[in-house]
């Protein structure tokens, strides 16, 4: 892509200011930036590739900084060696917090390039321009790849360096070819998948048949013609054939012998499982006083455990060298701390240990890669020199993988004779929704549990307030009460894994609020949009959800069996403000027939990237409102394929539109999770208006709404 423009080299002088945090994390330029003789300029983050475009983003805010083309950006895979530790790719931060470190970054290799050019022409460095990566004073010209060699980045960042702030951008806020998506598209080797390295053996893992068996006896392995692993209640095979190292794993599964115990809760009672403790009380508001006097309501909603689903099953690769060190690909959404849990887990020098992410099937959220990546590093280090391969199954990922917690809310109101809202209660009983690596300072890896010497590892936590949380995320209405008192209940003992997923505790926090403020709408005899606006003063909350009621023609006729629902929040109470309205149809089934969405994001750095991401979320959590449910017995998990765990199939994937609202001077925030509650709640509440009775316990499936129906007698 060619963009004509000319950035200014320096801007006026500014006072000090500090760093933006994640480039004061990692402070030296060169972690960041190479410039190549060729004038490529490579750009390194800590944000990792998941389908989300991200990479895009910010070549876009690297090319505008720098005063290149597109082109000339390069963004290699994030690397624990080469590469600045930004954390976790999750939250929806990753514009918040890695585009002000692109940004100012390349402000500052862009000013030491134009000092550089204004020392050799004896000019000053206000004088220079840059323009498609060449640098102009009059009559003298250079290029970024022609200093390369004599311009240094391994220094420090300077707090007090100015950057363009934006005032002249040529690829923000416009809609760039993705960077990823050739590769994708023309079936090109991209994935891990498709990585092959010099020697590579293949290795498959025997799971247990259930969380807490242990191996007894492996049976007999003769005539196997791979080598088998075992350490422990680990096992696992490796040889050069991948077809007979699965036969293998399928020969040692039918002759192993495994003591095993129920230990699974009561599948149909969750809420009781969730409700019995112990638990850490997590106080968000906190009500000054009794509630006022008035009529009081509420109720109770409920979800289900949930699996990432991801298409494509986890994968890792891993090599013990042999200089002692050890080198892993992973598709992990934190490579620095999966590094550290490796080390961690295996008593070694966490600097010998180099992670390299390759990308695989998003998930959003902590899928099996970390672990895929740890059964690699184990089989791998019985073949030094070889790398290893472990690829899940459909079944292991569906079963083994970190799910989302299930969760169970009460809501309650005092409402006055109008039916406006005087007091507002708010408890929900959730898992934690983190164990990724290096959670609560121990590996988190699932293979350590087994080993001969097993790690012990602790339920999931929540993250901190700062972060967002987790129980109790997006768990505040964005609505005007006086009277609130918002309490999370995180459970501390229990034996199914869970974690992070796609909006965490957000999405079932937003769909219990959202359906009770249509319950109360409703009880008023009011409209729930109207109900809602009279609630809300935050402006531009008001503006997203009249431009969505706009957009999808609210209060107009509906045919019997149809309906229009209302979903909205604002992520986190701080991100990304979301309306969605859904049009249902229930007849001889619930179909999502189409979601209009109006989004503000602040600054938009790429539109078609913002509507993929909400369109995505969207259809994501149609899925899970629609059909998602983990299934187990007292002993092993049971949905272990797409028969026993259905996603929604292309030919089910409901219309989606998004409009982008845009608030001049606000500043970018995510828009990869902020749909998911907004999502299941207009679902609901339009699946109300279709067929007259109240669903509040997810999945959202015909059966559901038959129930529904039989309890209310009609």
């Not at 300077?158 to 760039?176: H, I, M, Q, Y």
């Not at 965490?504 to 249509?518: K, P, Q, R, T």
């Not at 017995?633 to 949905?639: E, F, G, L, P």
Request: aromatic share 6%; net charge negative.
């Amino acid at each position: 892509m060619t963009v004509e423009r000319a950035l200014p080299s320096t801007l006026p002088a500014a006072p000090p200011r500090a760093l933006p945090p994640d480039l004061a994390a990692n402070p030296v330029l060169s972690r960041w930036v190479t410039v190549h003789p060729d004038g490529t300029v490579d750009v390194r983050v800590g944000k990792v590739e998941l389908g989300q475009g991200i990479l895009t983003a910010l070549a876009q805010v690297a090319a505008d900084e720098l005063g290149v083309d597109l082109a000339q950006v390069r963004m290699p895979p994030a690397n624990t060696a080469r590469g600045p530790d930004e954390g976790f790719t999750a939250g929806s931060m990753s514009i918040v917090r890695s585009a002000p470190a692109v940004r100012a970054a390349c402000a500052q290799v862009r000013a030491a390039f134009v000092r550089e050019a204004a020392r050799r022409w004896g000019v000053e460095p206000g004088q220079v321009t840059v323009r498609h990566g060449r640098l102009v004073c009059a009559e003298h010209v250079t290029t970024y790849g022609e200093l390369a060699g004599v311009v240094g980045l391994d220094v420090p960042a300077d707090p007090g360096a100015p950057v363009t702030g934006g005032d002249r951008p040529a690829l923000v806020g416009t809609s760039a070819p993705r960077l990823d998506l050739p590769d994708k598209i023309a079936g090109r080797p991209r994935y891990i998948h498709d990585l092959a390295l010099p020697g590579m053996l293949y290795g498959r893992v025997l799971r247990p048949p259930s969380p807490g068996a242990r191996l007894l006896t492996l049976g007999d392995s003769a005539g196997i013609a791979v080598q088998v692993v075992r350490d422990g209640s680990f096992a696992g095979v490796v040889g050069a054939d991948e077809a007979e190292v699965m036969r293998a794993v399928q020969v040692l599964r039918d002759a192993a012998s495994w003591e095993e115990h129920d230990s699974l809760p009561d599948e149909d009672d969750l809420p009781a499982f969730l409700r019995s403790g112990p638990h850490e009380t997590i106080e968000v508001l906190t009500a000054d006083g009794p509630a006022p006097e008035g009529r009081t309501v509420g109720a109770t909603y409920n979800r289900p455990f949930l699996a990432h689903g991801s298409i494509a099953p986890s994968c890792g690769v891993a090599r013990w060298n042999d200089d002692d060190t050890l080198s892993v690909w992973s598709h992990s959404q934190g490579i620095h701390q999966l590094r550290a849990a490796i080390a961690k887990a295996l008593d070694l020098d966490v600097e010998r240990v180099e992670v390299e992410h390759a990308e695989n099937a998003g998930c959003y959220g902590h899928n099996g890669a970390d672990d895929a990546a740890f059964d690699a590093v184990l089989l791998a280090r019985q073949v030094p020199g070889r790398p290893v391969q472990v690829q899940w199954s459909r079944n292991d990922e569906l079963t083994w993988s970190p799910l989302a917690s299930a969760m169970s809310a009460d809501v309650s109101a005092v409402v006055d004779d109008s039916g406006a809202v005087l007091s507002w209660r708010y408890d929900v009983w959730s898992q934690g929704h983190t164990s990724r690596p290096g959670y609560q300072g121990v590996p988190g890896l699932l293979a350590g549990a087994y080993l001969e010497r097993p790690l012990h590892y602790p339920a999931a936590s929540d993250p901190p307030a700062a972060s967002g949380w987790g129980t109790v995320r997006s768990a505040v209405p964005i609505y005007d009460f006086a009277d609130r008192r918002v309490t999370g209940h995180r459970l501390l003992e229990t034996p199914i894994r869970s974690s992070a997923m796609r909006a965490l505790g957000a999405y079932m926090n937003v769909f219990a609020i959202e359906s009770f403020m249509d319950e109360l709408a409703l009880a008023a005899g009011a409209d729930p949009l109207e109900y809602r606006l009279r609630h809300l003063r935050d402006p531009r909350g008001r503006v997203v959800l009249e431009r969505a009621a706009a957009a999808a023609g609210w209060g107009r006729p509906m045919a019997e069996g149809t309906g229009l629902g209302i979903g909205f929040a604002r992520y986190k109470d701080k991100g990304a403000y979301c309306a969605i309205i859904a049009e249902v149809e229930a007849e001889t089934d619930i179909r999502v027939r189409r979601l209009t969405i109006a989004v503000d994001v602040g600054l938009v750095v790429t539109p078609d990237g913002v509507r993929n991401q909400i369109e995505g979320g969207a259809t994501q959590s149609a899925s899970w409102t629609l059909k998602e449910r983990v299934r187990f017995d007292r002993r092993r998990i049971t949905s272990g394929d797409w028969e026993s765990y259905p996603i929604l199939r292309f030919s089910e994937a409901p219309e989606v539109t998004v409009e982008i609202v845009e608030t001049p001077g606000a500043p970018s925030v995510g828009a990869g999770e902020a749909a998911q509650g907004p999502t299941a709640a207009a679902i609901a509440n339009a699946v109300t208006a279709a067929v007259g009775v109240r669903v509040r316990d997810l999945p959202i499936t015909t059966d559901a709404v038959v129930a529904a129906i039989e309890a209310s007698g009609d």
